[in-house]
């Protein structure tokens, strides 16, 4: 049985109005690479965005609807505990694809997510908290699947949750989370961790984490298939070629990956001017010549030198000059670090906030989380309840509880 894992799509990311077509690019040879597969597996993010614009829709499902264009390869639904859709027969009919939604996707639970969506236009099944078992020649193969959840309930929702690995089966638990040491973002510290991960599974499949990278815990090989689309541009995602991850489960199981070739380089380099006889622009223009004489590119690579100074001001105009000198052969960024570093930690603040996508009120309760901690309050209740006294006017009761005042919430929400 031949498994393809994709993950992060992002669907509609675009960094500049050049980069539009990249994530549709790059996830439509992920799909073609997968298409001589026995089943598909999509691991979260799949849109960039909660509520994606028409365009987005139209592009993604006309991607997503071609594993419907093949024939069933030979596998089948043994069982599962999900209450499928009637319009699911159309994948199961074809190469099953089966997704669980990441936090870029995550509504309450009175809406309905993109990935729901899709599961609604027969595309895909849609996972949370389910097990679904697939055989082909006699191999079986269970997936138990748990969607994104804020952070800090993803160990208690897994252990409430408590998926047993089941008997003649090769079982794959497939996760969208950070996972200690691999965490996406400090704003919200990981509560799963390689130590507490559940015991007995043959592979765990982690999305959310956009470098791609395996390794083995136990007898458990820890899988992340990385994004198929740069969004962080940061340091560990050049590192990181684009990817889709690729099972082999036989009378051995092998894994590899699979590079996406039409996925756009990105180069991401540390340059410090220099205080010298040599311009700025000369030191900038030198390290950007040496980047592109250094290899061929099939599209315009993207180049990020982060610039720092100690005694040296590099005026934004400048800046803009020198990227738009080089705009026809790369897409080039030139951030500066010379503010303060308090100034540098709230950019730094806010960047990590964008790049998770979170709602105003995730954002709300991540701010009071942070405040709260650094006054070293030690309060008892749960930082949403506080957050719903507060941003429901309740700002006397909040405060009596914070002053040890009252000591319970009974009477929120009444």
């Known amino acids: 049985m031949k498994i393809s894992i994709l993950s992060d799509l992002h669907f509609g990311y675009s960094y500049t109005s050049e980069l539009d077509n990249d994530s549709f690019d790059n996830a439509n040879e992920a799909i073609e690479k997968s298409l001589d597969s026995d089943l598909i597996i999509l691991g979260g993010d799949i849109f960039d965005i909660r509520a994606p614009k028409t365009p987005t829709w139209g592009k993604a499902m006309d991607i997503l609807s071609k594993p419907l264009l093949k024939n069933n390869p030979g596998i089948k639904l043994v069982e599962t505990d999900k209450s499928l859709k009637e319009i699911s ?27 729901e969506s ?37 160990k208690e929702v897994l252990d409430r949750w408590n998926p047993q690995p089941i008997s003649g089966c090769t079982n794959i638990l497939l996760l969208h989370q950070s996972i200690d040491p691999y965490v ?24 959310h984490l956009h470098g791609h990278n395996m390794e083995k815990i136990d007898n458990t090989t820890l899988i992340m298939p990385g994004s198929t689309v740069i969004t962080q541009f940061e340091k560990n995602e050049a590192s990181s070629p684009k990817v889709i991850a690729q099972i082999e489960i036989g009378n051995e199981t092998k894994i590899e990956f699979v590079s996406l070739e039409t996925a756009r380089k990105f180069i ?46 590099v005026p934004d105009q400048e800046i803009r000059t020198i990227e738009r000198k ?6 080039l960024l030139l951030p500066k670090e010379f503010e ?11 960047k990590n906030l964008r790049e998770q996508k979170l709602s105003i009120e995730e954002l709300g309760i991540t ?31 909040a405060l009596n509880i914070l002053l040890g005042k009252q000591t319970t919430l009974a009477q929120v929400g009444r």
């Open 340 to 350: 303060s570093k308090e100034l540098s930690d709230k950019i730094e603040l806010l």
């Open 89 to 115: 027969q159309r994948t199961l009919n074809h190469i099953p694809v089966v997704s669980i939604h990441g936090n870029h996707e995550r509504l309450t639970k009175l809406d309905v997510n993109t990935v």
């Open 268 to 313: 991401y380099e540390n340059l410090e001017i220099e205080n010298s006889a040599t311009s700025f622009r000369e030191q900038i223009e030198r390290k950007v010549n040496q980047i592109l004489y250094s290899d061929e590119f099939k599209k315009k690579p993207v180049i990020k030198i982060k610039l720092t100074a100690k005694e040296l001001s």
């Open 326 to 331: 080089y705009s026809e052969n790369a897409i």
């Open 367 to 397: 701010i009071l989380k942070d405040n709260l901690d650094e006054l070293g309050i030690d309060a008892s209740f749960d930082y949403d309840t506080m957050f719903k006294l507060l941003s429901e006017d309740e700002n006397d009761r």
């Open 184 to 207: 996406y973002s400090p704003i919200e510290p990981p509560s799963l961790s390689l130590s507490n991960l559940p015991k007995g599974f043959d592979i765990i499949i982690n999305g």
């Open 118 to 154: 899709l599961e609604n236009a027969g595309l895909l099944i849609h996972l949370h908290l389910n097990t679904i078992i697939f055989e082909k020649d006699g191999i079986k193969v269970a997936i138990h699947a748990m969607s994104s959840v804020p952070e800090r309930y993803a």
